[in-house]
């Protein structure tokens, strides 16, 4: 959070910062990283759970 000096509704801040957050939107670009990051991380365990419950 940065001090820009974002004010609330009422026009007070607390502490120099705003209490409202500066909203950043997710760029789509960013979403599909996001999505293969986490297909990437969860294929791994999909295999290993096949391969454990296989060899039981």
Do not use: D, V
Not at 44 to 54: A, D, E, N, V, W
């Amino acid at each position: 959070m940065n001090k820009k000096g974002y004010t609330t509704e009422s026009g007070g801040r607390q502490n120099g910062f705003a209490i409202e957050p500066e909203i950043n939107l997710i760029t789509e670009g960013e979403s599909k990283k996001s999505f293969l990051l986490f297909i990437g991380i969860l294929l791994p365990f999909l295999i290993g759970g096949f391969y454990y419950f296989k060899t039981l």
